[in-house]
């Protein structure tokens, strides 16, 4: 398999295209077969609720001796992309941009895992917050309501994709079944993170607009969403997540 252009990298791939396929290759030759697996059997997972807007999987490769997920490639530019480039059309993708998360926390997953486990894992391995503070975040992450809708676990701009055949959702190796307020909780700390503050309330009010769902739930999930991402140990984030980890009643 040719591999064309490197069209994204992170820390533990690089995502490339040859000709109508998406080649995502693990950077490390080591990289557990679970691991690989575990992506691969999510994202069919997310196909298999008839949710049309997501690439689909097409295979397990290997690439120079490394590990490769092969999807089908889809073109166009991100949300993140057109929001740059039309400032004053943002308002409107931010509206398309919430009618999809609506449109995906509608669906029902009961095959995926639980997005409660896993922030409990994530909680429970931190090293960076006392034992107290911990305690507080799992006995306020146990009191949350749980049911299991789809949760995309990264819905940001930067993970959308517009082209002339209509819009498409990618990386999905963090979805889960779960609340949808955690879902939109994670978006509204994923504009956060970017420094994006004015857009992170302004999606937060035309969503809760669209599904009924009040300010002050989504707000409730801050603090735990905030603690597991701070598992990654991005030291650009620490300070902002460890100000949402803060214990606080937050409402409308």
């Excluded at 807007?53 to 993140?80: C, L, N, Q």
């Excluded at 895992?113 to 960076?128: A, C, H, P, Q, V």
Aim: hydrophobic share 40%.
């Amino acid at each position: 398999m040719e591999l064309k252009k490197m069209i994204a990298e992170s820390e533990k791939v690089q995502v490339f295209v040859s000709d109508d396929k998406c080649v995502k290759v693990f950077k490390d030759a080591d990289e557990p077969k679970s691991v690989v697996l575990y992506e691969a059997l999510t994202h069919t997972r997310v196909e298999e609720t008839g949710f049309g807007r997501i690439p689909p999987f097409e295979g397990i490769t290997t690439v120079d001796g490394k590990w490769a997920i092969i999807y089908r490639h889809i073109s166009g530019k991100t949300m993140d992309e057109l929001m740059r480039e039309k400032p004053k059309k943002r308002e409107e993708f931010l509206d398309k941009m919430a009618d999809l998360q609506v449109e995906l926390n509608s669906l029902k997953t009961p095959k995926l895992s639980r997005l409660k486990d896993y922030i409990k894992r994530s909680i429970d391995g931190l090293d960076m917050i006392d034992d107290v503070k911990k305690y507080e975040l799992l006995t306020r992450l146990k009191s949350m309501p749980e049911t299991n809708t789809l949760c995309h676990g990264d819905f940001s701009p930067d993970n959308i994709i517009v082209n002339s055949d209509g819009v498409y959702i990618v990386d999905w190796l963090k979805a889960k079944q779960g609340n949808p307020a955690a879902d939109v909780a994670k978006t509204y700390l994923n504009f956060c993170l970017k420094h994006r503050t004015e857009a992170a309330e302004k999606y937060m009010k035309i969503y809760c607009a669209k599904t009924g769902i009040p300010a002050g739930d989504i707000y409730d999930w801050l603090p735990i969403v905030a603690a597991a991402q701070l598992k990654f140990k991005r030291p650009e984030e620490r300070e902002l997540l460890l100000t949402w980890i803060d214990i606080a009643d937050f409402g409308d």
